[in-house]
């Protein structure tokens, strides 16, 4: 069965510092990837596909097939960065898109 | 274009009634995704309607039940109310050809308390 798993519920960084949201996933197929963040207030809205291969706000996420992980980066964190993440995973052609439990990054001054 | 529209915005039910949650999707959007996200947890997926059908269900019981209008329109049922149904239940939208490219777009959600 698919499962995404985002180890941290928290993590917190200072402002100007790397940071990397980690996402491990279990799934045999070939998997569709996605990040999703919301801020304080918002809704939840899609920030990364792993098919793009593109940079969004500076973060980039490359999927690690040996690893199974899809980790969201970013080399330099932003007060406004600040948010819930998401890691979500599909099984391509399926609809059932399952999420992690989400970690809540807070950059801090 | 307001996007995925989702009403009411907050409900209070009492334990063993019945509640409809409804959802509007984004302009050129014709498939909907209802979601259950408990306080601290992940969206967990319910089910996806396309062309007034369930195209697929998650791991939820028979007393959630939903609808797609010609509109693209949906609603979200839910029978025989329990305390642990309580949390924001969460509408996406998304052109089904699409999907992939964009993944989905969500609506604010509707806070239901069952008391």
């Known amino acids: 069965a698919q499962r995404v798993t985002q180890p941290e519920k928290l993590l917190s960084v200072f402002k100007g510092a790397p940071v990397e949201l980690k996402c491990n996933y279990s799934?045999?197929?070939?998997?569709?990837l996605f990040w999703y963040v919301q801020y304080s207030r918002q809704r939840l809205q899609l920030l990364l596909r792993h098919i793009s291969r593109e940079s969004i706000k500076g973060f980039t996420a490359d999927l690690n097939k040996g690893e199974t992980s899809f980790h969201l980066k970013k080399p330099f964190a932003q007060e406004e960065d600040s948010a819930m993440y998401y890691c979500?995973?599909?099984?391509?052609?399926?609809?059932?898109?399952?999420f992690g439990a989400g970690t809540r990054l807070t950059v801090k001054p | 274009d307001a996007g995925v529209t989702q009403s009411p915005t907050h409900l209070i039910k009492t334990r063993g009634q019945q509640v409809t949650l409804r959802c509007s999707p984004k302009?050129?959007?014709?498939?909907v995704s209802w979601y259950q996200q408990a306080l601290g947890q992940g969206p967990q997926f319910i089910f996806q309607?396309?062309?007034?059908?369930?195209?697929q269900r998650g791991n939820f019981p028979d007393r959630f039940s939903g609808h797609q209008f010609p509109n693209y329109s949906s609603e979200l049922n839910v029978n025989a109310l329990l305390l642990g149904d309580s949390a924001l239940y969460l509408c996406?939208?998304?052109?089904?050809?699409?999907?992939?490219?964009?993944?989905?777009?969500f609506g604010s959600g509707t806070r239901l308390t069952v008391v």
């Open positions: 309607y396309y062309e007034e059908e369930e195209r």
């Open positions: 799934y045999s197929g070939s998997p569709e």
């Open positions: 996406a939208s998304s052109f089904l050809r699409d999907s992939t490219n964009y993944g989905y777009t």
């Open positions: 979500a995973l599909r099984e391509k052609g399926n609809n059932d898109m399952r």
């Open positions: 302009s050129g959007h014709d498939t």
